[in-house]
């Protein structure tokens, strides 16, 4: 299934959970997600330096005994309200794959839609390249939004 070689059966089994509110623990997670399968292990990430040392990162990972079992709750799960925040869900493999694929899927996007997908590295770190990426998509949306609403252009 996967040319680059990251996917393999334990990540097809396993759900990336993403936008996760901050008053969201492991066993607020873990029970929201059991109805849908046996939950083999979870991994719910958190700080560990820095100013946020100790504060959840906001997401998590959580690794179903079968691939059904994950795509019924990715099938459930995603978009749904969790203290009042829509939760991303989906296949762990579909964020490596989207990882592994970072600079074809920016070329393929319309020019709008590419920042949401300026993810960086695992470590949660921006390249560089990234990071001017994004900047340059941020200053060309405000100039379209100068050129659509003359009203909003600095004086």
């Excluded at 901050?22 to 979870?42: C, D, T, V």
């Excluded at 899927?105 to 994004?134: C, D, H, I, W, Y």
Aim: hydrophobic content about 30%.
């Amino acid at each position: 299934m996967d040319t680059v070689g990251f996917v393999d059966e334990k990540s097809e089994s396993r759900l990336y959970i993403g936008n996760l509110d901050l008053r969201i623990n492991e066993a607020a997670l873990i029970k929201m997600f059991s109805p849908y399968g046996k939950i083999k292990s979870e991994d719910f990430l958190w700080h560990t330096r820095g100013p946020k040392k100790g504060e959840p990162r906001g997401y998590a990972f959580i690794h179903y005994s079968s691939k059904e079992e994950a795509e019924l709750a990715k099938e459930k799960m995603h978009g749904r309200l969790a203290c009042g925040r829509p939760l991303v869900v989906r296949l762990a493999s579909e964020k490596l794959l989207e990882d592994s694929s970072h600079d074809h899927s920016k070329r393929s996007l319309p020019e709008a839609n590419r920042t949401r997908f300026v993810t960086g590295s695992s470590s949660g770190q921006m390249s560089r390249n990234e990071k001017v990426a994004a900047i340059k998509n941020k200053l060309k949306a405000l100039e379209d939004d100068e050129k659509r609403d003359p009203k909003k252009q600095k004086r």
